[in-house]
């Protein structure tokens, strides 16, 4: 069986994008720097699965010591999925995965950063009960 989690930042309002972006994206905060090296620790060794744009945004050092698989909305997630067995698969990429993956995703792993400004994507508390 396939261990599906999700590892994410949220501001204090649940907000978790801005622009197809992370809003605090860029900010020199301490928590916000740690956030993203956690993610990249916690990821190491794993199998990533997220859109093309997430995909797109990982670092070429980041990509040699992961697998990371480009998804699009026609895939299947349990096909996906089976391709993974016995894997770790973090699923990213935010609400439009989440919402076709959240009833198969085992653990969720959610950091609240304290951003509190403007976002066009929040995190919906449903997911975390699809499962």
Known sequence: MVDVRVICAIGKQGQLGLNGRLPWEGN???????DVQRFFALTRGH????????????PDWARSDRTLVEINAADEPDAIL?????????????????NAYAHLI???????????GEADRYFDPNWLCAG
């Open 28 to 34: 020199p905060g301490t928590e916000y720097k740690a």
């Open 47 to 58: 199998v990533v699965i997220a859109g093309p744009r997430t995909i797109a945004s990982f």
């Open 106 to 116: 085992r653990h969720w792993d959610v950091t609240r950063l304290p951003y509190d």
């Open 82 to 98: 089976k391709r993974y067995c016995d894997r770790v698969v973090y699923v990213g990429g935010g609400p439009p995965v989440w």
